[in-house]
Every structure is written in C-alpha cells, then in structure tokens.
C-alpha cells in the first residue's frame, strides 16, 4: 500500500507530457547558431543583456555558466557568492564578453549590484534604470542609499552602450519568501523598461534545489508540476508573461553537462533573438 500511494503521489507531481519542447540533443546546433549570429544593426557589435534580481539569486553564475558552456571548461570570470547573502557580492557595474576560442562572441553581460529589502543593502533602482538607458559608465561602484553621480554618466550613450535586454534573475527556491520590497523594485524597474521598449525575460535559477524530481533528472523540467507553478509565481509577481521566462540549473561539479548546457543555450538563443528584434525595429531606414 506504502509504495502504491508514494508512486501516485509522485505521478501527481508530473504532467503526462512536458509542456514545452526542449532541444535537448541540439547542443551543437544552440552555440553554432550564437557563435553565427548576425546582428540587425549594423551600428552595434554586441547585444547589450543587463541582469538585475534579488541578492543571492544567481546573476554572475548565468554570466559564468553561459561562458564555461563555449569555454567548454567550468569558468569565473564573474565573481559569485557561494550561497545566499545579505549583501551583494557584486558591486561595481562591468561588462563580461563571451569568448568562444579566440573569437568574441556578438552579445555582452552586465552584471550589477543585487537588489534588496530597504534601501541600506542593494543596488539603488535607479541606478538600473541608468543602466537601461546607457547613462551608466564602466566601472561605477553601486551605492546601495545614492544613485550615480553625474560624473558616473554618460551625458549622451550611443546605441552600443543601451540595453537591448534585461533579464530578472530569480531563485526558484526562494522565491516565494522574497521580500515584496525587491519585488517593487523590480516592477519599477519594469516599467522604466517597457517605456523604452526593452524586451525583457526571466531566468529562474536553481531549480533543482526547488524541485527533487529536477533534481534526479533535469529533463523532467517542463513535466514538473512546481517548476510551472515557481514560473507561474514569477510571472505574477513581476509581469513577465510565462513565454518569457526560462528555468536553468547551474554547474556544481568541474565539468560541465550537456543538459544543464541545452537549457542555458535555449535561454540565451531566445534572449539573443528578442534583443535583435529591438535592434531592428530601432535601426535608420535606409
């Protein structure tokens, strides 16, 4: 009776089949289509992707796992915390090209202080919002009660120094305890967003640590029953619609894995596309 109740409860935690397809066997196919990807504009070198989310969420891993996956070895350029923090462990605004060889790949990360409860520990919202806007300059140091000084800014960024995509890093372990605090930042952060059409996606990190059956096998993502209610949950309390929003895991051992890769490169191929989207449509007609 014992095993029989344990495996229906365990069927419950699943859907039949899952609910979006994943190429799981295309690894090659995701970096040769990054590795090859001409941008709209022919103004712009590099898709700027600005991370922003919660202290502890995990913005320098995405930087470091997208990077080890063409770097074909488990890389840290992007210093990270080990674990949550009460402080961010990121501090100054920089910018981290992806190398695959010797070659730079066409889009660029960056990283910024994390956000937080209050106003004593975090990046200060509008310091995001510069970041949008390109005003931003290399090498600010964030201070979590004042917003960029003049001299931090540029008075007139280029089209190269915008963003072109913000991606809000959320927990999937967490992210039912956040503070409703970060979550308003985040949807201030949202709209400033979306006046300047910024497209704009979620990536839900540690999903294993949110979801055993994830975690036995990471291709039972998309039939996991809380990992689509944790994206439900995201989707609700920030906006971003569910299309919008991917769930990764990130590498703990040495080396790294293909299937952990797969998710990492779908994420970042949709990323890519979408902030191309805006290079074209801002582009001059000819």
Same mark, same amino acid.
């Given at each position: ?23 799981? *066997? ?20 590099? &898709? ?22 063409? !770097? ?27 190398r695959d060889? $010797? ?7 960056n990283d ?8 004593? !520990? ?11 806007e390109g ?7 964030? /201070? ?5 000084? /003049? ?10 120094? $915008? ?20 979550? /308003? ?14 497209? #704009? ?7 294993? *640590? ?16 809380? &990992?689509?209610?944790?994206? #439900? ?15 990764? /895991?990130?590498?703990? *051992? ?15 191929? $949709?990323?890519? !596309? ?13």
């Amino acid at each position: 009776m014992g095993g029989s109740g344990s495996t229906a409860q365990a069927e419950k935690q699943e859907f039949d089949e899952p609910w979006r397809e994943t190429p799981w *066997e295309n690894k090659e196919l995701l970096e040769n289509n990054l590795r090859e990807l001409k941008l709209s504009d022919p103004r712009v070198k590099h &898709i700027r992707i600005l991370l922003t989310g919660a202290i502890g969420a995990g913005k320098s891993s995405f930087i470091n796992s997208v990077n080890s996956v063409f !770097q074909k070895r488990i890389t840290t350029e992007a210093l990270a915390n080990s674990g949550s923090a009460d402080r961010s462990f990121t501090k100054t605004y920089r910018t981290y090209y992806i190398r695959d060889g $010797q070659s730079v790949l066409p889009f660029v990360f960056n990283d910024t202080m994390g956000l937080a409860s209050g106003e004593s !520990q975090g990046a200060d919202q509008e310091d995001i919002v510069k970041c949008l806007e390109g005003h931003l300059k290399e090498g600010h140091n964030f /201070n979590p009660v004042m917003s960029a000084k /003049n001299e931090d800014c540029r008075s007139k960024p280029s089209i190269e120094d $915008q963003t072109h995509c913000i991606v809000y890093v959320i927990a999937a372990d967490t992210v039912s305890m956040m503070n409703d605090d970060v979550f /308003n930042k985040m949807r201030y952060i949202r709209k400033k967003a979306s006046d300047l059409e910024i497209p #704009q996606v979620i990536v839900m990190t540690k999903v294993d *640590e949110a979801c055993r059956l994830v975690k036995k096998d990471l291709r039972k993502i998309y039939t996991s029953k809380k &990992i689509k209610e944790k994206m #439900q949950m995201c989707s609700k309390l920030v906006g971003v619609p569910m299309n919008y929003i991917f769930p990764v /895991n990130y590498h703990e *051992e040495i080396k790294t894995k293909d299937d952990i890769d797969v998710l990492i490169l779908s994420a970042l191929t $949709q990323i890519v !596309q979408i902030a191309d989207d805006l290079l074209n449509r801002r582009k001059p007609e000819k």
